[in-house]
């Protein structure tokens, strides 16, 4: 298996620590991705990649009739333990086991790099009902503050972190050009340990070896032990969400 591929089955072997530690998404995200719609009826949406269900259940909570894919068996089984009131199905971006024309929107949380795009978005494109929408979403840290790149700088890996162009990569002609909103959040912390927690989620300290995970965990312990913004009690990870919406236009 090639390290991409690796890295996109690597967040199950910690299905727990993913679905305790990571970030949900902003319900305005998911307002403003739906907003052109026009409607304030109850949506059929589809989470694809939903992992342990941090998107879905703020898609759920929202009032949609919400369907979640996930390749993963660890990870499906988290959500399905965590998630209320969602059809959870197995199943890849690339091969999605919903019918035709059957969804209004289609939503992806930090998981659409991973996908085989070429194979992935003629398939995102048959479930759609045409004018329904396609939103890819990511989490991000929010580049303004200080503490926290250089947290980011202290944190890297051996690997990169995955990079993304979202607009180039999903541009398709079944789709209207992607649109960008950005939205402010955050991730509460008690203390330095459950922000390395955090970060042990990620896919590039996933796939490397103990040893390097065991030293970059120091490295991290010891910053954040040493900055007054996080040594003392809880505080916020300033996170912001990159959202990009396009529209299904008829064949
Ligand atoms: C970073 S997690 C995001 C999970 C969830 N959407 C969230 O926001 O927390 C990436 C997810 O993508 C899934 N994944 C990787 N490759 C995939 C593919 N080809 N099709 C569908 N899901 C995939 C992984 O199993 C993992 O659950």
């Given at each position: 298996m090639d390290l991409h591929a690796r890295r996109a089955d690597s967040f199950g072997a910690q299905a727990e620590a993913y679905a305790e530690h990571r970030p949900d998404y902003p319900v305005a995200a998911i307002r403003w991705a739906l907003?052109?719609?026009?409607?304030?009826e109850r949506l059929d949406v589809l989470d694809l990649a939903?992992?342990?269900?941090k998107l879905t259940a703020g898609l759920v909570a929202e009032g949609h009739r919400v369907t979640a894919v996930e390749p993963n068996e660890q990870m499906l089984s988290e959500l399905v333990r965590r998630v209320h009131d969602v059809r959870a199905l197995p199943g890849h971006a690339e091969h999605i086991p919903v019918p035709d024309q059957t969804v209004d929107a289609v939503f992806v949380g930090t998981?659409?790099?991973?996908?085989?795009q070429e194979k992935a978005l003629p398939e995102i494109a048959r479930v759609l009902r045409p004018g329904g929408v396609l939103v890819a979403m990511w989490i991000e840290p929010d580049p303004d503050v200080e503490w926290y790149a250089e947290f980011q700088q202290v944190s890297s890996s051996s690997i990169e972190s995955q990079r993304h162009d979202p607009v180039d990569v999903m541009a398709?002609?079944?789709?209207t050009r992607a649109e960008r909103g950005t939205f402010p959040h955050a991730l509460r912390r008690d203390s330095p340990e459950a922000l390395v927690d955090t970060t042990n989620t990620y896919s590039r300290m996933l796939v490397i070896d103990e040893q390097e995970r065991a030293a970059i965990n120091d490295k991290m312990l010891a910053f954040l032990r040493s900055r007054p913004e996080t040594s003392n009690g809880p505080f916020d990870v300033p996170l912001r969400s990159e959202v990009y919406r396009m529209f299904r236009v008829s064949d």
């Open positions: 907003e052109p719609l026009g409607t304030t939903a992992g342990t269900g998981a659409f790099h991973w996908f085989d398709h002609p079944s789709f």
